[in-house]
């Protein structure tokens, strides 16, 4: 059994600086020579980069899937990525939309430095090459290890910015556990939609914020997008300066409408009232479903990078959560 571990940054690999904050210091091997595995699992460790996780591009995570697809054809039976965890949630769930391999895919991190009394940056890697290195973990794609819960990127957040526990499910289920040096699995494999890989990410899609007596500023300094992510109050509503704002733009692109209380779906035939979701989807705004406004965005980008329409758009959001 061959696991390749790959290391792209983040607090795991961060130690004490002369500044005494703490930046990346350890590589791949590091990290892995400092769990002591004993299971019969070789290890292939490598450093793709090294930085923390809000500097990481799209491209970063093309090249992630390129080291790691070169890895399988050198025989390697899963891979494992670690990063910080400040974008883990947007990064694992492009990895999902694009990894289109059987092998299984594992992203993990650590929210204490290996400095700190009570890191957990080795026991989620020793955990995540667990589950890389199980059989059932096969055809599940991309997946998260955290805190010995096995999570699906589609409804993954990071609610605390400093909790050992900081990643929850959100709209979904854990979908397994590691308990007993054991990967155990309590839903079903979730057949995930896969797109193709972007020559290049030249669209740009704007997220922008509904507040209370504020949502129609952000539009006075809109520059040109391919489109926008409107994160909507409630179930996906605006306020009436909003609307009539972005109608008098004339913006043709699409504008997908999430929401911002962090869980539960989008309406779609609820309210009928100006910038209700009705109002709206009337005025050619895609709804976005269960889709948080980050999550909306990457789908979007990938989408818009594919050449995709609007109308092809507006049927994967509608469709997106009926793939299982």
Known sequence: MKISVLGVGGTICMLKDESGGVSPKLNAKALVDSIGL????????????????????????????????????NNSNGIVITQGTDTL?????????????????????????????????????????LVASDKSSRKRGVLVVFNHVIYQPRFLHKSNSFSLDTFVSINGGNIGYIYEKQ???????????IYNIP???????????????????????????????????????????????????SLNIPCVVTSRTGSGPTAYNTYSYKGSEIDLQ???????????????????????????????????????????
């Open 38 to 73: 004993t299971e019969n699992i070789n290890i292939e460790a490598k450093s793709i980069l090294a930085v923390p996780s809000p500097s990481l591009k799209f491209e970063d995570i093309f090249e992630i899937i390129k080291v790691a697809k070169n890895e399988i054809r």
């Open 183 to 193: 990967v155990r699995y309590i839903s079903p494999i979730y057949k995930n939609k």
């Open 89 to 129: 949630e947007e990064s694992a769930f492009l990895l999902s939309l694009l990894w289109d391999e059987e092998v299984p895919m594992i992203v993990t991190g650590a929210m204490k430095n290996p400095s700190e009394l009570g890191s957990d940056g080795s026991s989620n890697l020793y955990q995540s090459i």
């Open 199 to 249: 020559d290049k990410i030249d669209k740009k899609v704007a997220i922008i914020p509904a507040c209370l007596s504020g949502d129609d500023y952000f539009l006075d300094k809109l520059p040109i997008f391919d489109g926008l992510i409107i994160n909507g109050f409630g179930a996906g509503h605006v306020s009436f300066d909003f609307i009539e704002k972005i109608k008098s733009l």
């Open 282 to 324: 009337n005025n050619g705004f895609i709804m976005g479903n269960f889709f948080d406004s980050l999550k909306a965005r990457i789908l979007l980008t990938v989408l818009l990078s594919n050449g995709f329409g609007k109308d092809d758009i507006f049927k994967e959001f509608n469709s997106y959560y009926m793939y299982f």
